[in-house]
T-cell receptor, first 118, second 113 residues
């Protein structure tokens, strides 16, 4: 069974540009979450999509957006890039989701996209 | 919001030694995930703990969840160079449907020959 895949793996952009990252979840998984990882802030939750709907959202500015397609593939977009957006962006997928009383499914992570903003 | 504090921040152990990493939550834990990450790469799933008192083992790694202490521990027996990496604990906030995990800052493990 193929794992979570992310494209591209590496990306270099300049300030003010926009970028789109792609994530293909494990077959059969309907939940896709995005995280940003930086040395200073660690791993932070961006948003989660389930059945094409945003189910949860982290505390990030509106420049960060995402969507999910009917085949569960997901994209995230960052507009008007800033130097501080340089990070490893990780995508994770799971079959369903938690019940609110704790995890019920394993969440699997992709290899990440390393974004560098110059 | 929930904060997860991991200790120690870094660890250097000699091959063959045992070690323990702790993850303490500022709020009640409703389950916890442990992951391992090689620098700059994705997270590798290790274990998921779903209820207080639960203990799981895989190969030489054992994880426990102490709900009362709002803490989880990860124990590695007879460490090997392959165990080196960054260990991260992640927990879902209470009452949330879906995945929006809070993560600790990680524990960096180096295993020396």
């Amino acid at each position: 069974k193929a794992g979570v895949t992310q494209t591209p793996r590496y990306l270099i952009k300049t300030r003010g540009q926009q970028v789109t990252l792609s994530c293909s979840p494990i077959s059969g998984h309907r939940s896709v979450s995005w995280y940003q990882q930086t040395p200073g802030q660690g791993l932070q939750f961006l948003f989660e999509y389930f059945s094409e709907t945003q189910r949860n959202k982290g505390n990030f500015p509106g420049r960060f957006s995402g969507r999910q397609f009917s085949n569960s593939r997901s994209e995230m977009n960052v507009s008007t890039l800033e130097l501080g957006d340089s990070a490893l962006y990780l995508c994770a997928s799971s079959r369903t989701g938690t019940s609110g009383r704790g995890p019920t499914d394993t969440q699997y992570f992709g290899p990440g996209t390393r974004l560098t903003v110059l | 919001s929930q904060e997860l504090e991991q200790s120690p921040q870094s660890l250097i152990v000699q091959e063959g030694k045992n070690l323990t990493i702790n993850c303490t939550s500022s709020k009640t834990l409703y389950g916890l995930y442990w992951y391992k990450q090689k620098y700059g790469e994705g997270l590798i799933f290790l274990m998921m703990l779903q209820k207080g008192g639960e203990e799981k083992s895989h190969e030489k790694i054992t994880a426990k969840l102490d709900e009362k202490k709002q803490q989880s521990s990860l124990h590695i027996t007879a460490s090997q160079p392959s165990h080196a990496g960054i260990y991260l604990c992640g927990a879902p906030p209470r009452g949330l449907s879906g995945y929006a995990l809070n993560f600790g800052k990680g524990t960096s493990l180096l295993v020396t020959p």
